[in-house]
Antibody
């Protein structure tokens, strides 16, 4: 069974930093693209970042470029999101997701339970 | 960036059929994926590649996509289907590439 378990969320002041982790199990982690998707309170879903199987390619939504860094450790079956210079608008539940691919389309096959990040003074 | 528009809410009686639309410019040329999100829970993929169902998703869930509208259809609606539903596409020419719809709240009367 595929399992994705996020951790590392919490309350942080504006301008602060936080590192999210996602522990994966139940599948060959190194064979899949992985993503972070967030959801602000009462709002819809927003893709944040994704990373290729071997970590060689990384992509970000414009609003987090230069502030967030996605990474992975295939030996530890883990995905990370380093978040710096946090803003109030980064407040959201952050989900780790395994990316599925079919021909030339990508989607989110499995999701973790999410971890809440609150940016507030 | 590419925009996907969904109705904010859909209401349906138990046992009836719910249809949730997802509008986008020439969306029929793209592959559409659908997620169900119940209150306080993570999203779950219910339809991918327009009309394929992941294992464990009931046959009551089906999808179609043509022209400027994709549709998620839930037949024989049950109380447990009450949730928010989001469509999503991957568009290589859009920034960002991953685009979600605005979401639809399905209420079972």
């Amino acid at each position: 069974e595929v399992q994705l378990v996020e951790s590392g969320g919490g309350l942080v002041q504006p301008g602060g930093s936080l590192r999210l982790s996602c522990a994966a199990s139940g599948f060959t982690f190194s064979s899949y693209w992985m993503s972070w998707v967030r959801q602000a309170p009462g709002k819809g879903l927003e893709w944040v970042a994704n990373i290729k199987e071997d970590g060689s390619e990384k992509y970000y939504v414009d609003s987090v470029k230069g502030r967030f860094t996605i990474s992975r450790d295939n030996a530890k079956n883990s995905l990370y999101l380093q978040m710096n210079s946090l803003r109030a608008e980064d407040t959201a539940v952050y989900y780790c997701a395994r990316v599925g691919q079919q021909l030339e389309t990508f989607y989110f096959q499995h999701w973790g339970q999410g971890t809440l990040v609150t940016v507030s003074s | 960036s590419y925009v996907l528009t969904q109705p904010p809410s859909v209401s349906v009686a138990p046992g009836k059929t719910a249809r949730i639309t997802c509008g986008g410019n020439n969306i029929g040329s793209k592959s559409v994926h659908w997620y169900q999100q119940k209150p306080g829970q993570a999203p779950v993929l219910v339809i991918y590649y327009d009309s394929d169902r992941p294992s464990g998703i009931p046959e009551r869930f089906s999808g179609s996509n043509s022209g400027n509208t994709a549709t998620l259809t839930i037949s024989r609606v049950e109380a447990g289907d009450e949730a928010d539903y989001y469509c999503q596409v991957w568009d290589s020419s859009s920034d960002p590439n991953y685009v979600f719809g605005t979401g639809t709240k399905v209420t079972v009367l």
